[in-house]
């Protein structure tokens, strides 16, 4: 292995450790379904099984589709 890989592997390896540590945001646009199926707490939950932080939020308006939630029609702003 030549000198530039194996500085790449650390630095590599050094991102992926200081990464690790700033917490994943998530949020959830959606509607009834995500709301009910309480996809953040699941999602929540696994990345917590795999030693990762994350923080999930949902905005999931009944029958609200993906144009309303982009023109700001239904959802939070």
């Known amino acids: 292995m030549?000198?530039?890989s194996?500085?790449?592997l650390i630095v590599l390896g050094l991102c992926s450790q200081l990464t690790a540590a700033v917490p994943e945001r998530v949020l959830f646009v959606?509607?009834?379904y995500t709301y009910y199926e309480n996809m953040t707490q699941v999602v929540a939950?696994?990345?917590a099984s795999r030693d990762l932080a994350m923080q999930t939020r949902k905005s999931p308006p009944g029958g609200a589709t993906?144009?309303?939630h982009w023109a700001g029609v239904k959802g939070k702003h």
């Open 2 to 4: 030549n000198r530039l």
């Open 6 to 8: 194996k500085i790449f």
């Open 30 to 32: 959606g509607n009834s």
């Open 45 to 47: 939950a696994f990345a």
């Open 66 to 68: 993906l144009e309303q």
